[in-house]
Nanobody, 123 residues
Framework: VQLQAFGGGPVQTGGSLRLSCRASGRTFGRYAAGWFRQAPGKEREFVAAINRGGTSTSYSGSAKGRFTISRDNAKNTVYLQMNSLKPEDTAVYYC?????????????????WGQGTQVTVSS
């Protein structure tokens, strides 16, 4: 499966963005999906994940309460709604797909990665 993430951009502190990740190739509903992010000089870190059917989700501590992951398998798309953005949310955001059943939160549990989309939050 090939993944393409988009929707990033500049935003002010407290603002919102919705990232989208469109999948092509195999049926996206066969994969769990996740969002990760990587800031300059830092490791890629987990943000949020959702299971194949969209019935179960998991969030990092920094994302919980502010971000919402969802998916529309009919559109082969997973979303990340980000609210109350902070400067520390600035990073390249990557979507990923996993063959794993459940809600994988570890980056090595993902087999397919998109190219990333930049989110820049200014104070």
């Amino acid at each position: 499966v090939q993944l393409q993430a988009f929707g990033g951009g500049p935003v002010q502190t407290g603002g919102s963005l919705r990232l989208s990740c469109r999948a092509s190739g195999r049926t996206f509903g066969r994969y769990a999906a996740g969002w990760f992010r990587q800031a300059p000089g830092k490791e890629r870190e987990f943000v949020a994940a959702i299971n194949r059917g969209g019935t179960s989700t998991s969030y990092s501590g920094s994302a919980k309460g502010r971000f919402t992951i969802s998916r529309d398998n009919a559109k082969n798309t997973v979303y990340l709604q980000m609210n109350s953005l902070k400067p520390e949310d600035t990073a390249v955001y990557y979507c990923a797909a996993s063959d794993t059943v459940g809600v994988p939160i570890l980056k090595w549990g993902y087999d397919h990665w998109g190219q990333g989309t930049q989110v820049t939050v200014s104070s």
